[in-house]
């Protein structure tokens, strides 16, 4: 019928997307034929078209008067044509065509269809009048059909519409409608996928909403439903499951009923990971059709999927880029309020060191340049705290082969909690790509790995001599007669030849990485002990390790006070202050006064914080140290032979172990599994130990920094550029050179200060997460909390990392000071640093909030068998001074025995 051709458009029809045809069909007609274009399955369906509608309104006397009314107000106009339409008489040859549709998508009255409105300026980029006209479900006869037709068309007319149209500044009686009539999927599962994140904007996610039954509840809100956001992959990045108590279902009279779920699917997944696979890949192809992010809606049936709708998304809100910041390694360096002089050092240095890093693993100068952005933001401040840029760290080790192994051992060294859904790119390499330029490239990374661990040795050996020859000269320059361009001059001169030249140290640190997760990785595969024990006597009794050697050689001094009981009491009887004053003045203290005075030569860059320049080196204020001796002296000094017997005994009796439990074994049938374990174990062990001697490399550079910031800062103070030497930390480092070189960055470098120290002062008063998940900038508001929950029976569970089980008392440190006073308790911290390691004699356990195996508290308590736990989330609230509790450093337990009275 010639009619039928111009008035109806069938799915089969070839159409153009153009203004003609979308002015026709309307934007979700047009959708539906462009999915099927694409391969993708959707249910029969015809369009009734708006020539059709516009015949019939200008057949219908009613319809012309209304329309040609002026003198009526708008609304009403609209809402009489409304009800007219909703009533209009159709003639016998509008009728004829409709019973063609009716008879052709239902299948001879078999199938039940939906009428939906498809209106010429619906499901547009700018708008999508989603919920504005109505749509009808499971029509089961052709007296409903007619209805619903009506329906359809009287829907434009009605009041949501037309507000909506008056809004958006459109003609409510200049528009036309067409109706799509489709054959209706009794649906299992019903859903809507939003090929970019709505709630965040980010177009590297999709979200999927999806529940038991026909989709009518989802789409209008009036039933709970499960969402999963889905990666660039397909993969669940996250995932919300509603209890799922009723769904909508098909009434066998017509129309929808609401039903109850099975009891056993209410709390169940409404999507299997291969659905949303399937789903994924089938938006991802409308979203690249198209060219835009799209609001897609699918039912399943028999578990196959269909798509019903798809419409762009409206008004998607800016992305922000999605950031994970994590403190649980870098906080041992910089803990609480870090000045901007120090952030500003320590991001250019890790800058620097990355970049030699990329060196050494032989990627091309192209490829560093593309991630600069990645190694000039590896760090954040956050309302003052040093956070680690955790995704771009994801990022930098992504560059090397064996990500997935990488990750996990970065993960394991840091401490960190783990992203599971970082992927590397937006969409898997073609295999060209993969094959013939990713894999020859990360062929020549791995060659120029295994090259540079074959020279590591030697290289090492060659860095600490140049380092000691350097600081050797600049310790002994006096800065105090030095002009601020001459201090330049010699801070640039440090930069070229000690952080410039760092390509030794950083490349072990990622051999204690790869070969510490290598070796846990090993110890639970091979069943040898999944606790951690072993491993853990393992790697104690290493020696060689310059942080424990700053004890024992405190230790050494304290005992030669120890055996001179007039001396030991004299010194116990004063202050830190009058014992330093003491000692410096009387000549019956000579003999320890020689060897202290070396102590501080030798050890004097130490402190409390050494990481950030604004801390006083206990050469400078060594109240810190006489103190910690004090402490020794109350209780009984340790003596370091002993101690390393019983570190050595230990560890051979851990050797023993290992023999016995892999002699014999072999893997691949051929290599014997007892000297892989020992080659992976020997390399931990040493690239720990030059781990923890570069540390102190790095303390020794960063004490050079400090000594030409404070010269420089009271020679400011003298001129009056600034109120107070100290005051120099609250400037970040290009501050001070642009200023020093006359090209300032800002000129009133007191009025700087004084808004920086306002700041810095309100950030104190801030408590701040370990782990912070974020979009764009960090809002407090925003702040996901962290809470800690005590398990039963008042068991605390962290990360043992040295074996031994004590019961005692906590103190609980917070920041060790000249006044502390040990004697023999368990040490509760936020975390430590270098710094603390003389402490730690004075006590007879650890219990650390921050930390992982390869912290440097881990690796001193290994060295000083000191039972230990780290990663202890919340011990400084959990626990108070005096409260009685049983520590095990091989299960990683706390249990408290008795809570302190607080009275």
């Known amino acids: 019928m010639e009619a039928l051709k111009n008035l109806v458009i069938w799915d089969n029809a070839t159409i153009s997307s153009n203004v003609e045809t979308i002015t026709r069909i309307g934007g979700k007609a047009l959708g539906l034929h462009e999915l099927k274009n ?241 789903i994924h890949k089938m938006a991802l192809k409308v979203q690249n059709f198209k060219g835009i992010p799209m609001d897609i809606e699918f039912g399943i049936e028999n578990n196959r999927i269909y798509l019903l709708q798809a419409r762009p998304i409206t008004n998607l809100k800016k992305y922000a880029e999605f950031n994970v910041w994590d403190n649980s390694n870098i906080v041992e360096s910089y803990s609480g309020v870090t000045t901007p002089l120090t952030f500003s050092f320590i991001r250019r240095a890790y800058f620097a060191v990355y970049w030699q890093f990329c060196e050494t693993i032989g990627l091309d100068k192209k490829t560093i340049l593309k991630n600069k952005y990645v190694l000039e933001n590896m760090l954040g401040l956050i309302y003052g705290r040093v956070y680690y840029n955790l995704l771009n760290w994801y990022r930098l080790i992504s560059l090397m082969p064996g990500f997935k192994y990488n990750k996990r051992f970065m993960e394991q060294m840091m401490g960190l909690q783990v992203i599971k859904d970082f992927q590397l790119s937006e969409m898997p390499p073609s295999k060209f790509e993969k094959y013939f330029i990713q894999l020859p490239r990360l062929f020549k990374v791995g060659c120029k790995m295994i090259f540079a661990h074959i020279n590591l040795a030697k290289n090492i050996s060659e860095f600490h001599t140049n380092f000691r020859k350097i600081y050797t000269y600049y310790s002994q320059l006096d800065y105090s007669k030095m002009t601020p361009q001459d201090l330049l001059g010699v801070y640039r001169e440090l930069e070229d030849k000690i952080l410039w030249k760092w390509k030794a140290p950083i490349t072990n640190d990622f051999e204690a990485m790869i070969f510490y997760g290598l070796l846990k990785t090993l110890t639970v595969k091979w069943g040898l002990d999944p606790a951690g024990v072993l491993q853990n006597d393992l790697l104690c009794g290493e020696g060689g390790i310059k942080s424990t050697q700053v004890t024992t050689q405190l230790f050494y001094i304290a005992r030669e006070i120890e055996r001179d009981t007039q001396l030991k009491s004299v010194f116990l009887e004063l202050s830190p202050e009058e014992a330093l004053s003491r000692l410096r003045s009387d000549s019956a203290f000579s003999r320890i006064k020689e060897k202290f005075e070396q102590y501080l030569k030798d050890y004097g860059v130490r402190s409390i914080n050494e990481m950030k320049l604004e801390s006083i080196p206990i050469k400078d204020n060594p109240t810190f140290c006489i103190a910690t001796i004090q402490n020794y002296l109350r209780n009984s000094v340790p003596d370091p032979t002993e101690q390393e017997k019983h570190e050595r005994f230990i560890r051979q009796k851990a050797e023993s172990e290992l023999r016995k439990k892999l002699k014999g074994k072999k893997i691949f049938l051929i290599i014997p599994k007892l000297r892989l374990y020992r080659w992976v174990l020997n390399n931990t062990r040493r690239a720990i130990k030059n781990r923890e001697n570069q540390r102190f490399c790095r303390a020794e550079a960063y004490s050079l920094v400090r000594t030409i910031i404070r010269a420089i800062g009271r020679q400011w103070q003298d001129k009056g550029i600034i109120d107070n030497a100290e005051d120099i930390f609250y400037l970040e480092m290009d501050e001070i050179w642009s200023f020093i070189e006359k090209k300032p960055l800002c000129e009133d470098l007191k009025k700087q200060i004084e808004l920086r120290k306002r700041e810095f002062e309100r950030y104190e008063t801030i408590t701040l997460p370990d782990h912070i998940e974020a979009y764009g900038e960090v809002d407090l508001e925003t702040i996901r909390r962290e809470e800690t929950q005590i398990q039963s029976e008042g068991v605390i569970k962290g990360l043992g990392c040295c074996a031994g089980i004590v019961e005692n008392e906590v103190r609980v440190v917070l920041k060790p000071d000249s006044n502390l006073r040990l004697n023999g308790e368990i040490m509760v911290a936020k975390q430590t640093d270098p710094g603390w390691v003389i402490l730690f004699p004075s006590v007879s356990g650890l219990i650390i909030e921050k930390g992982s195996m390869l912290s440097h508290s881990a690796i001193v308590a290994r060295e000083m068998g000191i039972p230990a736990v780290v990663g202890v989330k919340q011990a400084t609230k959990i626990f108070s001074d005096g409260d009685r509790v049983l520590l095990n450093g091989a299960e990683g337990s706390i249990k408290i025995l008795q809570k302190a009275d607080r009275k």
């Not at 209106?119 to 547009?124: G, H, I, K, P, T």
């Not at 009041?159 to 958006?168: D, G, M, T």
């Not at 965040?200 to 499960?226: F, H, I, R, Y």
């Open 38 to 278: 694409l391969g993708i399955n959707v249910p029969r369906w015809a369009t009734i078209t708006t020539s059709l509608f516009k015949q019939i309104c200008a057949s219908d006397s009613r319809l012309i008067q209304l329309f040609g009314q002026k003198d009526i107000q708008l609304q009403e106009k609209c809402r009489l044509i409304c009800e007219h339409l909703k009533n209009i008489t159709l003639d016998s040859v509008f009728q004829k065509i409709l019973a063609e549709v009716w008879d052709k998508i239902s299948d001879g009255g078999k199938k039940p269809v939906a009428v939906r409105s498809s209106a010429a300026d619906e499901d547009s980029k700018v708008l999508s009048f989603a919920g504005q006209m109505d749509s009808f479900l499971n029509i089961r006869n052709f007296g409903d059909f007619l209805n619903a037709v009506r329906n359809c068309w009287a829907s434009l007319f009605g009041e949501r519409a037309v507000l909506y149209r008056i809004q958006n500044k459109i003609d409510p009686c200049a528009s036309q409608i067409a109706v799509v009539v489709q054959q209706m999927i009794e649906s299992e599962i019903s859903g809507v996928v939003f090929t970019a994140n709505p709630l965040t904007g980010n177009t590297k996610e999709m979200m999927v909403s999806s529940t038991w039954g026909l989709g009518e509840g989802l789409v209008s809100g009036v039933l709970d439903a499960d969402t999963f956001i889905l990666n660039s992959n397909g993969e669940i990045v996250k995932s919300e499951i509603a209890q799922k108590l009723r769904k909508i279902v098909y009434n066998q009279s017509g129309g929808t009923v609401t039903i109850e779920v099975e009891a056993n699917r209410q709390r169940s997944p409404s999507l299997s990971k291969r659905q949303l696979k399937k």
